[in-house]
């Protein structure tokens, strides 16, 4: 009986194998482009962040590697995180109506949007954080030092992870689809989903007060948005 399951499951498992690899070789493509464009990515990031009068600095002969390293990581985050939602889409195809399939890939754009926006949206506050930085330096007559490398760590880390946090609404959505989550259970639950986004925006590399509530409030209205949307839309 056990063999006949695992039997069962093989086609499903190689499905997914075949997949996982497929994602991992784009990585791995991506990657390797961050990485051999490393310098061009940093200069592109600092010409953004506008850091006239802030001494960069490398701490160490070795940040030049691991600022490669870290910038490959990310721009290949960047290129396969679509490309994963398109395969979890793919895969459940056969599981779904034809409707149902319809309905989940007309989303993706919308993942892309929102992965754009979200992405964005770390960089602005990264830039707000560092500007009040220097001005604060500035006011009290007090030099300025930044860690290159610690600098566009937090930048891509944060970017990264709130694009990353932008796509909750997508997979929010996609869950009720399904019928996993009931919408007037996410309704009682809202403030269950407050907390979760405030120690998310808690344990990204801003760390005031100020910061805080602007990586927080964006999620929480994208939350309460999902909701009205998929009552409009969808009559749940």
Do not use: H
Request: glycine share 4%.
């Amino acid at each position: 009986m056990a063999q006949q399951n695992y039997t069962k499951f093989v086609p499903y498992l190689a499905e997914i194998r075949r997949r996982l690899l497929f994602i991992f070789s784009i990585f791995i493509i991506a990657s390797g482009l961050g990485f051999f464009y490393y310098e061009k990515i940093i200069g592109w990031i600092l010409k953004i962040f506008e850091l006239e009068g802030v001494n960069i600095v490398f701490t160490s002969p070795f940040q030049f590697f691991s600022l490669a390293l870290t910038i490959a990581i990310c721009a290949g985050l960047v290129i396969v995180l679509p490309l994963i939602l398109y395969q979890v889409f793919s895969f459940l195809k056969p599981a779904l109506s034809p409707k149902e399939f319809k309905t989940l890939l007309s989303l993706l754009p919308l993942n892309i949007l929102l992965f754009i926006a979200g992405f964005g949206f770390g960089v602005a506050v990264m830039r707000y954080v560092v500007v009040l930085f220097y001005q604060k330096s500035v006011e009290l007559n007090i030099g300025n030092i930044l860690d290159i490398s610690l600098l566009l760590s937090q930048i891509l880390i944060t970017s990264v992870l709130m694009g990353i946090a932008f796509q909750y609404p997508v997979i929010l959505t996609i869950l009720m689809r399904l019928k996993i989550l009931d919408y007037k259970s996410l309704q009682r639950k809202r403030w269950l989903v407050y907390g979760i986004s405030l120690i998310f925006s808690a344990l990204l590399p801003p760390t005031d007060i100020l910061s805080l509530a602007f990586l927080f409030i964006p999620l929480a209205l994208l939350f309460e948005l999902t909701l009205i949307l998929n009552r409009w839309l969808f009559r749940v």
